[in-house]
């Protein structure tokens, strides 16, 4: 069994980027694997800590002086970085040690792959959309890339889609956005609005509920915009839930009739047979449905930039549409969460992750 080194810095107290190590590093486990992760003190660190990795405190500001007992002490079959400082890190740990070194693209940077990719054995893209980009614009050879998706738990595409009918019963529904609060996701919280007032309009012997679950450095700002945005709408609350737990927030999914989320988020709401509106960081990609649901299944939903324009209003016109049909809603979410389950069942995640520990080793060793 292998020993890996995965290094992971970020300005986030979490995201997806958290979410996407922490499987990652179950996967390795579960494998027989014995993993370190390297990262900034954070919630992550317990996290890891029960899952049974180590784990090691790293500042992204660690000066090669610092790094000195990490180099001298320890050492690893495979070192797996994130991007940006963790990954130059990792570069230099693999070069004094002579390890095979792999690292995962997440988003629609380059992080000066053209540089270095010759020395990975394996970059990993976490969408169609980040793999073509790199080749196009890193120069990374194709065949070096593989594609490890976010993942969501098995378990979820197998629960009953709850109908629509049964969510809006007692009078009270339910909107969740699913994001991390930072300026990146600007986009998506202006999203919400035309929907939360358009459906507050149709069906106003409702009370309509916006459960934020997520937080960041701009969450003062969100909270703010909306509050200013939806104060007309006497049958619309708002509840800032904070940071919730994957278990919590597939709970919370499953009886809500929406979700605005990007990237594992949104696809967790579609494994429960919730419809989202997907929107990250490079923008909005729309109601995840049909051609849409392709676009936004290439790109991580919302991690690369949709093509074809986007507008919010016409967005929430077609939200609108399919919670008057309740029929027709159900039938899409059945779909939806089928399009994607061969690619973000966890199983097949870990799958494809531990392949690719295991082709870079070898390619390493050949």
């Known amino acids: 069994m292998a020993k890996v080194l995965t290094l992971v810095t970020y300005q986030a107290a979490w995201g997806g980027l ?12 579960r494998a027989g694997h014995s993993v370190d992760v390297a990262c900034p003190p954070s919630r992550l660190k317990d996290h890891l ?3 049974g990795a180590g784990v090691i405190d790293l500042l992204p500001s660690a000066t090669s002086e610092e790094l000195e007992p990490l180099l001298n002490s320890r050492r690893y079959d495979l070192i797996h970085a994130h991007p940006f400082r963790s990954r130059e890190i990792g570069l230099q740990l693999a070069a004094a ?3 095979p070194f792999m690292a995962t693209f997440h988003g629609s940077y380059l992080d000066a792959v053209s540089t270095w990719h010759e020395k990975a054995a394996v970059i990993a893209a976490v969408s169609p959309a980040v793999a073509e980009n790199l080749v196009a614009n890193g120069g990374v050879p194709a065949h070096k890339i593989v594609l490890i998706r976010n993942g969501v738990e098995d378990e979820l595409f197998d629960r009953p889609i709850r109908p629509v009918l049964d969510r809006v019963r007692g009078g009270r529904v339910d909107i969740v956005v699913l994001a991390r609060m930072d300026r990146d996701k600007q986009s998506l919280v202006e999203s919400v609005v035309p929907t939360a007032k358009m459906l507050a309009e149709q069906f106003p012997e409702l009370q309509w509920r916006l459960r934020i679950a997520g937080s960041g450095g701009a969450v003062g700002n969100f909270r703010e915009h909306l509050s200013n945005r939806l104060s007309v709408m006497s049958n619309i609350s708002i509840d800032w839930m904070g940071w919730v737990n994957s278990h919590e927030t597939s709970r919370i999914l499953s009886g809500a009739v929406l979700a605005f989320a990007s990237g594992r988020g949104a696809a967790q709401a579609l494994a429960v047979g919730t419809p989202v509106v997907a929107a990250g960081s490079q923008g909005v990609v729309g109601l995840q449905e049909g051609e849409t649901l392709q676009r936004g299944f290439w790109g991580n939903f919302g991690g690369q930039k ?3 324009p986007i507008d919010n209003l016409d967005i929430a016109k077609r939200v609108t549409q399919l919670v008057h049909d309740p029929e027709s809603w159900q039938e899409k979410m059945s779909r939806g969460r089928q399009a994607i389950r061969g690619g973000s069942a966890q199983s097949a995640v870990d799958a494809a992750y531990l392949s690719a520990v295991q082709l870079a080793m070898e390619a390493a060793a050949s």
């Open 18 to 29: 958290h979410e996407n190590v922490a499987y990652a590093v179950r996967a390795l486990i």
């Open 49 to 51: 800590l029960a899952l």
């Open 97 to 99: 040690w002579k390890t």
């Open 306 to 308: 949709s093509a074809v």
